[in-house]
């Protein structure tokens, strides 16, 4: 097995999708001679040629919108947005047009829209928003946030496959920096599945993105003082697992949600709302976030940091919490 | 779409005829100043700064356009607004921001005006008459047309300039404020910086039209092509443009034909690029030609002129010193601030 980036897994699953389904085709802004912003589509008009790899004037609306058109036409596209940040500027035709065509009318709209999410490069307000939840708020989309290579690979195969728009976040953090062992073969992760990164006993965290190695860098850390904590990544936000999280909550007793994402109307409310009314007699301790705070990304390295759920805010609420 | 010819520094102002008739020789100066600050302002920052690892995030310069800031921003009076792009660097200087303020901001200061909290050239000032970008691009053209709509109410004939790129003209929002502008007879300068590139996009694929000027037209407003490597053009059909809008006579859509001597950002080599390009536009430098002009003119002397260079490599000497002497934020200020109300954490410090 080849051990790949999570960037490059992007882009094998990216590769194999359109070699196996000549419907699929990207589209998006410096996509095909440049290759993306960064580089996730590198090699792909080379071998597919610019009808299906597709450069694009500025204009988000126009992109989504023309993958919507194409979509109903039959067709696969892939649109990329060069950083999420800017998805705000194609918004309408994602969360009208395309997000309520099927339960209109019955049409299937099997589109993608990925990119670059994510803060800890110091880009500021407008190049590092973890924007997720404007989607998870929205009935007919699927939101999609890898954490591994392996699953980055198996997870946009699968929203290739899938016949819904699927909102499919990379986290820009993780593109160089996380690598994995990475199966050359056809393999999916399915949607709306997550996973158990690491057993334990004490406490759950339940995060998803680049907040899972942080969740098990502090489980690590953890685990020296005698607290056993187990670790769910998500994987997909909507429709979310769960099973899998209510099996953990179970186990544990103690729960933690954890992202990236501020506070206020976070993936974490909603989870807490749902553990609460499904499993209230499990739990014996509060249901805790750990999130960024409700204010914009700063760009500052100081601002940047204090804005970043790290390590220790993690392991010092989960001493908190498994002291309960 | 027209070639217009309006004001320029080399027409005879009315208080120049009473004494010597002549152009005004302190107002060519003070535009080569400008030029030369912002280019060697933006050189230290892209060649020198970034690759200490000493600003981080995004760097763009605006190294081969600084005429289009500088040949139309210097011609804004008390209560005109300017929205500039993210190459026109010189606005900010234009419109009072100091050296030291701005290359705070860049290398994310407690003391830059936005603490920290943005970067490059995000820096905005109400009471200076100017309003950043975002960078989602294209959205200040909107945004101009409130201004607009409120300069017009005003009634003291000021307008508004709002800069944008070519790549930038084919978002939604520069089309709807065009329109907007248009049947309201809004006080607008669009100003299309036509640098050829939109980062690694060439205009034959951003655009179907051979000059985007036409779409002026189509809006009801004049659409003007001119050099924008050329600061005396660019004066001139911008003071036309002012003119119109003063005289409350609508908006106008200017393009200025130029070339980023740059990569799209620091990070970027640019290889998709055709070499020529870059030669053959450093043929037309502005800031080369436009010292040529004032010399083979006897505006200034070559000892004026590099005494000019040594005034504003001074100047950028100081206000690195300053910026990389200033603190960097404290990490728990980033929670204040999101809001304005009576305890407003932004009025405490003076900016
Ligand atoms: C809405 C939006 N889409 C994409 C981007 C990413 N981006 C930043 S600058 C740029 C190119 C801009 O080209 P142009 O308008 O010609 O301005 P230039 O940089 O050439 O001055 C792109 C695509 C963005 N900032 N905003
Ligand atoms: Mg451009």
Sequence with gaps: MAILTYLE??????????????????????IAAYGGAFKVTAGLLERFGDERVIDTPISESAIVGAAVGAALMGMRPVAEMQFMDFISCGFDQIVNMAAKIHYRWGARVPLVIRGPAGAGVHGGPFHSQSNEMWFVHTPGLKVVVPATAYDAKGLIKASIRDDNPVIFFEHKYLYRRVKDEVPEEDYVVPLGKAAVRREGSDLAIITYGAMVRTALEAAGQLMTEGISVEVVDLRTLLPYDEQCILASVRKCSKVMLLHEDTRIGGMAGELAAMITEKAFEDLDGPVVRVTAPDTPVPFSPPLEDYFLPGVQKVVEAARKLAAY | METARGASPLAKSRTDRKKTPGPDPQLLERMLYYLKLTREAESRIEQVLYRQGKIVGGVYV???????????????????????????FSCFLIRGFTLRQILCNWMGRAN??????????????????VIPIISHLGDTCPVACGVAMVLKRRGKNNVALVHFGEGTSSRGDVHEAMNMAGVMKLPVIFICNNNAYA??????????????????????????????????AVFSVVAEAIARGRRGEGPSFIECKTFRMSGHSAHDAAEYVPHELFEQWKQKDPIARFEKFLLAKRFLTEKQI??????????????????????????????????????????????
């Design chain 1, 9 to 30: 897994a992007i882009r094998q699953g990216i590769w194999e999708e359109m070699e196996r389904d000549a419907s699929v085709f990207l589209l998006g802004e410096d």
């Design chain 2, 62 to 88: 605006g190294r081969g356009q600084e005429a289009i800031g500088v040949g139309s921003a210097i011609q804004l009076v008390e209560g005109d607004v300017v929205l500039p792009s993210h190459r026109d």
């Design chain 2, 112 to 129: 830059g005006p936005t603490r920290g909290r943005d970067n490059t050239l995000h820096i905005g000032d109400v009471n200076r008459g």
């Design chain 2, 199 to 232: 980062y690694s996009t060439p205009t034959s694929k951003q655009y179907a039209v051979k000059d985007l000027a036409v779409r002026g037209a189509a809006y009801g407003m004049p659409g003007i092509v001119v050099d924008g490597n050329d600061i005396l």
């Design chain 2, 306 to 351: 590099e005494r000019l260079g040594a005034e504003v490599t001074e100047q950028v000497d100081d206000a690195v010193a300053y910026a990389e002497s200033s603190p960097l934020p404290e990490g728990a200020s980033a929670a204040e601030g999101v809001y304005c109300g009576p305890d407003c954490w932004w009025k405490e410090s003076s900016r």
